[in-house]
């Protein structure tokens, strides 16, 4: 089975923090992807990583940065945490040539920021 | 710009009897749909999917129709089971321009009572 493990599943934070959320697939996947998902809004796409060091802004990058050192991990970096990005934190890898046939998520991370 | 939409916030069902679930896009260049599902604390997986040059997707349970002139997809459930019960996403690839990145529906939350 292709894992994709987030390290947290709960995160409390305060304003104004630097906020490391981590993620690791165990499947050799070139394709890992950051996702918020919050009520009526959905899954919006936040940063994508095709390669390791490569990385494409998404939807709604602001106030967010990756880094993908290896390609196994992608890590997402809030710069200085507020309160509207308290929200459900999903990251999801896909084959170089499988991503149309769907992602594998993890299991989120939810983060408070008080 | 939300290409995907799904208008129904949730949705209350009598076990055993069907739940349908819809979805509507705007962009008729998707050509491939999928359905996850997700529950509480864990990340979507992976439910059912059709191609454009489909209009019936079965797999058990679950059914996918797509009406591409009306740009509208279904997800039929029968019989539904408290089990079922769980946000559903509709999703789309945006494209091989975009690295086939999947861009989410609001989701339905479906409350399947027994």
């Known amino acids: 089975d292709v894992k994709v493990t987030q390290s947290s599943r709960y995160l409390v934070k305060r304003t104004g923090e630097k906020v490391f959320l981590e993620c690791v697939q165990d499947?050799?996947?070139?394709?890992m992807f950051w996702y918020r998902q919050d009520p009526g809004l959905g899954l919006r796409l936040i940063y994508f990583s095709y390669d390791v060091k490569m990385k494409e802004k998404g939807d709604i990058p602001e106030g967010y940065s990756v880094s993908r050192e290896k390609k196994e991990r992608f890590s997402l970096i809030l710069e200085s945490a507020s309160t509207n990005q308290t929200s459900m934190y999903l990251c999801?890898?896909?084959?170089?040539?499988?991503?149309?046939?769907?992602?594998?998520f993890g299991s989120g991370t939810r983060l408070t920021v008080v | 710009d939300q290409q995907v939409k799904q208008n129904s916030p949730s949705l209350s069902v009598q076990e055993g009897r069907i739940s349908i679930l819809n979805c509507d896009y705007t962009?008729?260049?998707?050509?491939?749909f999928l359905w996850y599902k997700k529950y509480p604390a864990e990340g979507p997986t992976f439910l059912i999917s059709?191609?454009?040059?489909?209009d019936k997707n079965e797999d058990g349970r679950f059914t996918v129709f797509l009406n591409k002139s009306a740009k509208h997809l279904s997800l039929h459930i029968v019989p539904s089971q408290p089990g079922d019960s769980a946000v559903y996403f509709c999703a789309a690839p945006r494209g091989m321009e975009y690295g086939n990145k999947l861009v989410f529906g609001a989701g339905t939350i479906l409350r399947v009572k027994s």
């Open positions: 962009n008729s260049m998707f050509d491939y």
């Open positions: 059709i191609s454009s040059i489909k």
């Open positions: 999801a890898s896909t084959p170089a040539d499988r991503g149309r046939a769907g992602y594998t």
């Open positions: 499947m050799d996947h070139e394709n």
